[in-house]
């Protein structure tokens, strides 16, 4: 079975930064603080690659762990079963300067701009701290890598915005305070999770076609977590759906806007903002019913309760595995069990 990426030829040629393997992040859940009640199954059997100068798109839902991917690639969260290569290295193996090599080879662009900044601190000092943190102690070369990265993100005149605090900048220029911060050890990979959610839609263009700037400059591999499709056709090459804690459909972009197969992405692009009023009652594939709960999530697929194509004594019973429909298209789901797989 041929790994989901670029086309395959594409594949040969590139690197992949990241490998995720059957990875499983759970949270325990205790009663009283002492009795365990079950856990949660945030992340429950996620397996990809993001090769070098790649765009992903990670979509779904509220609740669908997304964020949760995030963190447990960043190290936040503790891996409960399977495992992260960053550059063909297990992050399991790392010790303390390993993990502090490894973070300083991934930025972190945040959704909330203004709550990921501290307030106490000014410009220079928000870019400075964390090149002090990793051994960077010469002061020409923060300044240089502070002027570029300023002059890459538009936050310019520099030596205006360098005294500046967060809440002296407006929500476009915090967000780009973020990214500068987030690229000023020179990364590999950036993860930007809902990263124009809470800007103005004049803003969030801007914002994505600064990070898209970054990435044809420094060959960057991106993470883009978005609960909007709006935006992804424009910014990635391939996308992933997740739904209840699992990677329910991979295509390529153009593939996948085309023709998504899983009902429940089907469901997300019926749900997608539309500005022509004559579509307003055209929306009639959307599931009604909540996201299963992930500490008892439901037997078979996790969508059969909401799905309208439901296979009786399948579905309900019995958890797909992935069917390759095309070469660079797959789907968690038993609609696509006679078709050709690779």
């Not at 949270?27 to 949660?40: I, N, P, T, W, Y």
């Not at 891996?79 to 300083?104: A, P």
């Not at 500068?180 to 124009?196: F, G, N, Y």
Request: charged share 25%.
């Amino acid at each position: 079975m041929p790994s989901l990426a670029k086309p395959l030829s594409q594949q040969q040629e590139q690197k992949a930064v990241l490998r995720v393997e059957d990875l499983h992040t759970w949270f325990e859940v205790r009663r009283m603080g002492f009795f365990k009640a079950g856990d949660v199954r945030a992340l429950d059997g996620v397996s990809f690659e993001l090769y070098e100068g790649e765009t992903i798109s990670i979509v779904g839902e509220s609740g669908c762990g997304k964020s949760t991917l995030a963190k447990t690639i960043l190290g936040i969260n503790h891996i409960t079963k399977g495992s992260v290569h960053f550059l063909g290295e297990d992050l399991s193996t790392l010790d303390k300067e390993g993990w502090k090599r490894y973070r300083s080879n991934i930025g972190y662009i945040q959704q909330d701009p203004y709550g990921a900044l501290p307030p106490f601190m000014n410009v220079q000092r928000i870019l400075e701290e964390p090149m002090k943190i990793n051994g960077i102690k010469d002061k020409e070369e923060q300044q240089r890598r502070i002027r570029q990265v300023l002059e890459e993100v538009k936050l310019a005149p520099i030596e205006d915005f360098l005294p500046k605090f967060p809440h002296m900048l407006s929500g476009g220029q915090q967000q780009r305070l973020v990214i500068a911060r987030a690229m000023i050890l020179e990364p590999k990979m950036l993860i930007a999770d809902e990263p124009v959610s809470m800007l103005d839609a004049s803003v969030r263009i801007e914002i994505l076609q600064l990070l898209q700037a970054l990435q044809r400059r420094h060959n960057l591999a991106i993470i883009y977590i978005t609960h909007d499709l709006s935006t992804v056709r424009y910014f990635s090459e391939r996308i992933f759906t997740m739904y209840g804690g699992k990677i329910i459909e991979k295509s390529s972009t153009q593939a996948l806007l085309k023709e998504p197969l899983h009902p429940y992405t089907k469901a997300l692009f019926e749900a997608t903002s539309d500005p022509d009023v004559q579509n307003l009652y055209s929306y009639k594939d959307i599931p009604s019913g909540e996201p299963p709960s992930l500490m008892n999530p439901p037997k078979g697929c996790r969508f059969h309760p909401r799905c309208r194509q439901i296979i009786k004594g399948l579905c309900d019973q019995q958890m797909p595995p992935e069917f390759w429909v095309r070469d660079d298209h797959a789907a968690l789901c038993w609609l696509y069990k006679d078709e050709k797989n690779a």
